[in-house]
């Protein structure tokens, strides 16, 4: 656990990097989306999970194949879709 506080440095377009450690225990990966907010004189970063990962990522609790999903799919369109 990162405890003690980490100093980075901003570039000259603004850029703050993170720094390997903290990238890897936050389990950060490039191209993850942060929110940026001030509180007071810090800036406070949340990083914020990529929906179709953390779905992918999820535990399965189901088992589909593409043919019975398409099956189901088709019925429920009938059911509604058809006078």
Known sequence: MLSQPVRSRV?????VYIPKRVF???GLK???SVLM????DKLVLEFTPDPL???LKAR???????EEFES???????TLYTP
């Not at 570039?11 to 850029?15: F, I, N």
């Not at 189901?72 to 009938?78: I, K, N, R, Y």
Request: hydrophobic share 30%; aromatic share 4%; proline share 0%.
């Open 30 to 32: 490039a191209g993850d």
């Open 60 to 66: 399965q609790w189901t088992k589909t194949d593409v």
């Open 11 to 15: 570039s000259k377009k603004g850029a």
């Open 53 to 55: 990962a953390l779905a």
């Open 72 to 78: 189901e799919s088709e019925g429920e369109q009938d």
């Open 37 to 40: 907010r001030v509180e007071g």
């Open 24 to 26: 890897e225990r936050m």
